[in-house]
């Protein structure tokens, strides 16, 4: 396939701003100016260069998606809705229910995000909404995906918005009844302390919420069967049914805050606060209201523990210094083996945008018969030293790669899989990618047996 020529790009490009499908000027935004001069304040707090490559445009495009992640609050309903109401004859009165009198109407699998108002990293969400028509009429259900669309871009918990959401469609549709079922995935907040001593941390606190209205109102009315029934034939599976009180607090950032031992508190400067409010002033909520009022220090929270600092690099209570390193043999000998350490856990902040990325790393190295591998624990210790720092996938790997290298020889082959949260709230906002990056070292870089053998051992899914 050809690429196309610079004059159709140019015509496509204008037909997309005649369209409104393509937004340009954003730069000159007040809004975008003020969320750059708070995202410049928060990355020198964190010790960082806001002039080094990598970090020159972070904060323009930080303010950009958080825009984008917030447009919600610039568009009303109505003015979705009110265009895409259309008749449609049901049933005679007595016969049953169906069109535009009494016959449910669903829309499964909405597939958006939301920005977490107690601590401003994305969420996921997969929406399910239905309706039951009145008044023979019926909205486009087109509609209905762009009405759950403008909640879910605003800061937002997972009741209020399924409330939200459940309640603008009754007030527009005016139906007999509407049902809103979300669940919604949040990415968990490890610590670097925790991260060393468990292995096997948790990677997503998922919570299901519900709303209704008229004939929804009752979670035991029949109604409700079979709406979950239809869900059910695509192959949906309920999460466990939350309480409202671990909904109120199901953002893992507020049961850090409350777990956690006073060592760990943030001391933030008023510049690094302030910073925080203006963002949350500038997106179109009010700072003062109750559920963000301590948004700003958790945010701060989460951002710190990608600190750029001196922190000595401490492995299993030894340098790595101190380790006697395997010694390198370009000869390829029968008793050398290929070695695995797969399913290395990380965490990690996108420099790129401020959001999280998290995944596993798999390390392949050849050992000689009779020596003992390297243990696992010094291998995680080296990708959590490297996780906690504001990264891009590619260097990580690399960083990961040259360091485990003289300890292990030479011949090393790293598999960095990764899913990154500023591919679901920016951009095409593709939920479900992944990404994977691979550094190459010594045997592994000349020899593509070696790298298929390795590759055919990390494990799928």
């Not at 468990?198 to 998922?206: F, T």
């Amino acid at each position: 396939m050809g690429a196309l020529d610079e004059g159709h790009c140019n015509v496509e490009l204008e037909n997309a701003m005649k369209l409104g499908l393509v937004e340009l000027d954003v730069e000159e935004e007040p809004e975008i100016a003020e969320v750059e001069d708070a995202v410049k304040t928060l990355l020198q707090a964190l010790g960082e260069d806001v002039n080094r490559e990598g970090l020159k445009k972070t904060p323009f495009r930080v303010a950009k998606a958080f825009r984008e992640g917030t447009r919600g609050y610039r568009l009303k309903v109505n003015d979705i809705v009110q265009g895409a109401l259309f008749p449609e004859a049901g049933l005679d009165s007595g016969v049953g229910h169906a069109g535009g009198a009494g016959g449910l109407v669903i829309v499964r699998d909405i597939d958006l995000f939301s920005f977490c108002e107690s601590c401003l990293l994305p969420f996921q969400v997969k929406c399910h909404v239905g309706y039951v028509p009145s008044g023979q009429r019926v909205v486009g259900l087109s509609k209905l995906s762009r009405v759950v669309d403008i909640f879910a871009k605003r800061l937002q918990a997972p009741q209020r918005l399924a409330d939200e959401v459940c309640s603008a469609l009754h007030h527009s549709i005016k139906p007999t009844g509407v049902a809103v079922l979300l669940q919604c995935k949040h990415i968990h907040f490890p610590s670097l302390e925790s991260m060393f001593l468990e292995s096997n941390s948790q990677e997503w606190v998922k919570v299901q919420v519900s709303s209704g209205s008229g004939v929804f109102v009752s979670e035991e009315a029949d109604i409700w069967s079979d709406f979950l029934s239809l869900l059910r034939l695509r192959g949906f599976t309920e999460y466990k049914i939350s309480t409202k009180k671990s909904t109120e607090q199901w953002c893992p950032s507020v049961v850090y805050s409350t777990n956690k031992i006073s060592s760990d508190m943030v001391n933030m400067s008023p510049a690094m606060a302030n910073a925080v409010v203006s963002i949350v002033r500038s997106l179109g909520d009010d700072p003062s209201r109750k559920e963000l009022i301590g948004t700003p220090t958790r945010f701060m929270k989460w951002l710190m523990k990608f600190q750029n600092s001196n922190l000595e690099m401490k492995l299993n209570s030894f340098f790595c210094s101190k380790l006697e390193p395997l010694h390198s043999n370009s000869e390829v000998g029968c008793n050398k083996q290929i070695h695995c350490e797969l399913r290395l856990p990380f965490w990690s902040q996108c420099e790129h945008h401020l959001l999280p990325f998290h995944g596993l790393v798999h390390i392949g190295y050849f050992c000689a018969e009779g020596v003992a591998p390297i243990g696992k624990p010094l291998l995680q210790s080296i990708v959590h030293f490297y996780g906690f720092k504001l990264q891009v996938q590619e260097r990580l790997t690399r960083q990961i790669a040259e360091t485990v290298a003289p300890l292990l020889g030479g011949d090393i082959m790293v598999v960095v899989e990764a899913s990154h949260t500023c591919m679901i709230s920016r951009g095409i906002e593709k939920l479900g990618s992944s990404t994977a990056t691979i550094a190459v070292l010594g045997r592994f870089a000349t020899d593509p047996g070696a790298r298929s053998l390795f590759l055919q051992k990390i494990p799928s899914g």
